[in-house]
């Protein structure tokens, strides 16, 4: 048994990232089979049509079968149970059936990988690799008045169906046109224009089109005015989280006062921000006011904008948990370029998703890429790159053109300093540094 | 309560099939033909409507 535990080759498991590659090679797999039972003949009149397991069948049906009592023809009530599945995984775990379990997200996510690899992304010119041309984004100008049109569509198809016979997407939907295989010249034109706009624009089609992405905004209670916001366009002046923050007069804490709170602090001043500082050891005479280990709660509770840039050590990790983000206020934004497991992952995440803080800056990440070839990775477990109101970078806190020099400034300062009998920049080696 | 990353993908189909299920159960069965006639189906649908209003708002 021993031998055979030393010979067996340990697996490693599959990422996140790939197991939901598979999900949606399997999702796609199963719309294929429905989409040939779809063609056979009789089949759609018995059910077997394609609107039947489709959950926005289920909102076409819907009033037609408030008001007349019946179904749209080549719907039905799976088609609602079906929708009832999509919107109680959205309450649940919000927008997680477009990213794992929508056959049209998954196309879409193929073709946008498709699109990386012919634009140029494996390249690697003087061994960094160079970046895809597609698919790329909007601009802001066109994106924004585009993101309305979902909301659009919806509200005209729900109102269609009210006297409609047939669902009123069906002549022209995507799903239609993807896994039908009985094409119409009008299906095969939103085929082109589906398979083009996914390779110009990420899931062009997601963010613009789905009428039942846009029924899920809603049930996520993610409005229109709120993601106006969230890309710089104030909206309306009488919600007050719509509203800008004024730092001058707010508390910043800094959240580890070494060498980079200590740089901090003049541009947050300058600001007009009152500077406050959480560290393992503090200075009552100190010129900003320090608080200690088991005031952490206390200085969180007051603090508008926290920075951290704390080193992970055991002391650190964890050392912002979710009861700990629970004392920062709604209207806190919080900037981590210290270390990711300073601030706990999972309680990150959750309030960020949940709207209980402002937002977040987040430098320092869970989960970084292998190099050479450089490995394509989101850098958490949690989507993060989901969330409107995160700021992400690659940890290049310290990536500026002239940093060689710099740092040989600093080395070249600590051996002058150590020559003349000084001691400079002391690690703190039994604190896990 | 802190909840495994890995299971993530586990936590989506369940509740997607949970959900189908309860729907199922709650009488939005397919019947044989496609496609539904009557208006008993109604009552039900507008009572899942007030549940999920219920929890949305």
Known sequence: MTARSDTMVRRKPASLMTIRHRLQAAVVFAMFLIGLRHVLPGETSRGGALDFFCPFGGVETLLPLLLRGDTLRTTGLLSLAILVAVVGLSLLAGRAFCGWLCPLGAVQDGLAGAARRLSGEKRHIRGKKSPARFPTRLPAALDRPLRYAKYVILALIVLASITAVYPPLHRFCPVHALFGLRLTPLLWGVLLVFVATSLLVERFSCKYLCPLGALLAVTNRVVAADRAMRRGDWGDDHDERHLGVQLAGKVALLVGYGAIGRALRPSLEALGMEVRAYRRRPRADGSVREYGPGKLHEALAAADAVVVSLPATPDTEGLLGAAELARLKPTAALVNVGRGKVIDEEALYRALAAGRLLGAGIDVWYRYPKREPLERVFPSAYPFQELDNVVMSPHRGNDVRDWQRVAARDVLATLTALAAGEERNRVDLESGY | ?57
């Open chain 2, 1 to 57: 309560m802190k909840v495994n990353a890995r299971l993530f993908p586990l936590i989506v189909v369940a509740t997607f099939l949970v959900f189908l299920a309860l729907a199922l159960l709650l009488g939005l069965r397919p019947e044989p033909g496609g496609g539904h006639r009557g208006g008993q189906t109604a009552t039900q649908v507008t009572l899942l409507l007030a549940l999920f209003l219920g929890s949305v708002l």
